[in-house]
T-cell receptor, first 110, second 115 residues
Framework: DAKTTQPPSMDCAEGRAANLPCNHS???????VYWYRQIHSQGPQYIIH???NNETNEMASLIITEDRKSSTLILPHATLRDTAVYYC???????????FGSGTRLLVRP | DVKVTQSSRYLVKRTGEKVFLECVQD?????MFWYRQDPGLGLRLIYF???????EKGDIPEGYSVSREKKERFSLILESASTNQTSMYLC??????????????FGPGTRLLVL
């Protein structure tokens, strides 16, 4: 399974965009990039996923580089409730396995 | 909205006790999963079930068993609890798709302390 690398922590001001990077340089052609987050003492929550194209939903945007070796999760207007650990995961489309790494601890400051 | 519920948020048990952790999902999902989460180790898959009465071992099945008698319910059993099974236990479910993504929806977790 491809591995991901994320910074251990980041912070941003409330109302500003939070840009969370992820490196997945060994990703293969049929592996999706997923983002989940985990707010303290809760189960992980799905945010967004993508294969090659950039994606946007009501929660976030996902920008995947053309070579697919890295991606960025964008929370356009971060709120205090977005403080959480964010996990970038790569997964084969035929595999049920999600391999969670250490994630990035995002702190949104008032 | 998908809802995955777990029977307890917090549980304290003694070494050697038999422990049942229950998970219920209300979206008719075929796949259900049990993970444990420990500091520094991330989430690790214990068992997975893709249908009623079907199960597959995950990465760390030792010391655990599972039961899936009904589609909506997936139970994790610690036959004889040990202190190294103190952890946060997370249940998830998903509806398998072909060719596209398969999102796993997680419950709130059960924090188990084995004394």
């Amino acid at each position: 399974d491809a591995k991901t690398t994320q910074p251990p922590s980041m912070d941003c001001a409330e109302g500003r965009a939070a840009n969370l990077p992820c490196n997945h340089s060994t990703i293969s052609g049929n592996e999706y990039v997923y983002w989940y987050r985990q707010i303290h003492s809760q189960g992980p929550q799905y945010i967004i996923h993508g294969l090659k194209n950039n994606e946007t939903n009501e929660m976030a945007s996902l920008i995947i580089t053309e070579d697919r070796k890295s991606s960025t999760l964008i929370l356009p207007h971060a709120t205090l409730r977005d403080t959480a650990v964010y996990y970038c995961i790569v997964r084969l489309d035929s595999s049920y396995k999600l391999i969670f790494g250490s994630g990035t601890r995002l702190l949104v400051r008032p | 909205d998908v809802k995955v519920t777990q029977s307890s948020r917090y549980l304290v048990k003694r070494t050697g006790e038999k422990v049942f952790l229950e998970c219920v999902q209300d979206m008719d999902h075929e796949n259900m999963f049990w993970y444990r989460q420990d500091p520094g180790l991330g989430l690790r898959l214990i068992y997975f079930s893709y249908d009623v009465k079907m199960k597959e071992k995950g990465d760390i099945p030792e010391g655990y068993s599972v039961s899936r008698e009904k589609k909506e319910r997936f139970s994790l059993i610690l036959e004889s609890a040990s202190t190294n099974q103190t952890s946060m236990y997370l249940c998830a479910s998903s509806l398998p798709t072909s060719g596209d993504f398969e999102t796993q929806y997680f419950g709130p977790g059960t924090r188990l302390l084995v004394l």
